[in-house]
């Protein structure tokens, strides 16, 4: 794909991940369209004002939508739009709804010549500690889905959507289909974000912020909620998605003794970063880059946050960094984001700690903060 001319779409721009991707982008010289709908769709016009590359394009309903006119030109297409799990009981999202989402995206972009197509997925697809290769999926039926458990309708969501992707992936292999299914994802907001998300929620959840409000929650001492520490930062959750726009390999295994054949191989990948993450640790880190928090009183009290559960080793150590390595090759190089970590895998040195991550994310939301209390003043 050049870069300098190809156009990508992203759909769910003004979510958290979809924002940063678009950002990544434009950064590499792409032209965007990025898609939003209600009021976060002047907002995402608001927060890009200043990317004269960048496109914004209302879409009510991705399931439903018409994407022939907005898909034209386009060369890939980064399909991250969905509800996540913390906002499920607050939408009239359907396990179908999602599902249709998905395959109308793949269908349209197929029909529309589009060459590549990335799926923001979840690690919930997976089974719960794994495995976590390209056949393994959760458990959940159609009947727990319709229950309303909004975990294990998530969870029904991602998995029967990527096995419908992937289907029309193998039917119609002129389409190149990679699925990244990421785990807790934390790391900062980008800079105009508050054109988006314009306060806070009025009820105090923070749900707005998604995944990142367990890294806000750090900043209230009565807070009691730790979601498990296996995470991932968004940046490099988002330089995934470009790579695998981007890349001209269709490369998908570290296994060099098969070749590519007349059957196209499944690039479904689990992420998460090869650290062991603590809320304990993080708060050590938010005492240490901003004191003024701790002098306020802010922090939770890091004697009584968790530590790393040492049970959950094993859903680190059962993902394959050296695949993601090798399947995501662009001009025979991969970009490196960060040289801590274990040096016997680029796969590995490829995430940012989470040091990096807790920092950089409160720094972030003290920001957002910062613009909140403007918007408000200037009321």
């Known amino acids: 794909m050049e870069t300098k001319s190809a156009i990508v779409f992203v759909t769910g721009a003004s979510g958290y991940v979809g924002f940063e991707i678009v950002h990544q982008l434009l950064e590499a010289g792409y032209l965007v369209r990025g898609s939003a709908r209600g009021s976060k769709f002047e907002g995402l016009k608001k927060a890009l004002t200043r990317f004269p590359n960048f496109e914004a394009v209302e879409i009510q309903n991705v399931s439903t939508a018409d994407f022939s006119d907005v898909f034209k030109g386009v060369e890939a297409v980064i ?39 990335v799926v923001t997925s979840s690690i919930t697809a997976y089974p719960i500690g794994g495995p976590f290769g390209v056949d393994d999926w959760n458990s959940v039926t159609e009947e727990q889905a319709a229950s309303g458990n909004p975990w294990f309708l998530y969870g029904a969501q991602k998995k029967f959507g990527d096995q419908a992707v992937i289907e029309y992936a193998k039917s119609h292999p002129e389409i190149d289909v990679t699925i990244f299914s990421p785990t807790w994802i934390f790391g900062p907001l980008r800079p105009g974000f508050h054109h988006i998300l314009t306060h806070r929620d009025p009820d105090g959840s923070d749900k707005s912020l998604t995944s990142v409000a367990y890294i806000y929650k750090l900043l209230n001492p009565a807070n009691t909620e730790f979601v498990d520490p296996i995470v991932v930062d968004v940046r490099d959750v988002a330089k995934l998605h470009v790579l695998a726009a981007s890349s001209t390999s269709n490369v998908v295994s570290s296994d060099s003794s098969r ?7 499944t690039k479904r990948f689990a992420v998460l970063a090869p650290y062991l993450a603590s809320y304990k640790e993080a708060v050590q880190y938010i005492a240490e880059a901003f004191p003024e928090l701790k002098a306020q009183g802010r922090l939770v009290d890091s004697e009584k946050a968790p530590g790393y559960p040492k049970e959950l080793e094993g859903k680190i150590a059962g993902i394959d960094w050296e695949r993601i390595r090798v399947s995501l090759v662009v001009e025979n190089t991969v970009v490196a984001v960060s040289e801590e970590g274990d040096e016997d895998s680029e796969g590995k040195r ?9 920092v950089d994310t409160v720094r972030s939301l003290l920001e957002l903060e910062k613009a909140w209390e403007t918007s408000s003043e200037a009321k």
């Open 79 to 117: 399909h991250t739009a969905a509800p996540v799990p913390t906002r499920l009981d607050k939408t009239n999202t359907t396990m179908k709804s999602v599902v249709d989402g998905y395959l109308n995206v793949v269908r349209q972009a197929h029909k529309a010549g589009v060459k590549k197509l």
């Open 259 to 265: 070749t590519e054949s007349a059957e196209k191989k």
């Open 350 to 358: 490829f995430f940012r700690t989470w040091k990096e991550t807790v």
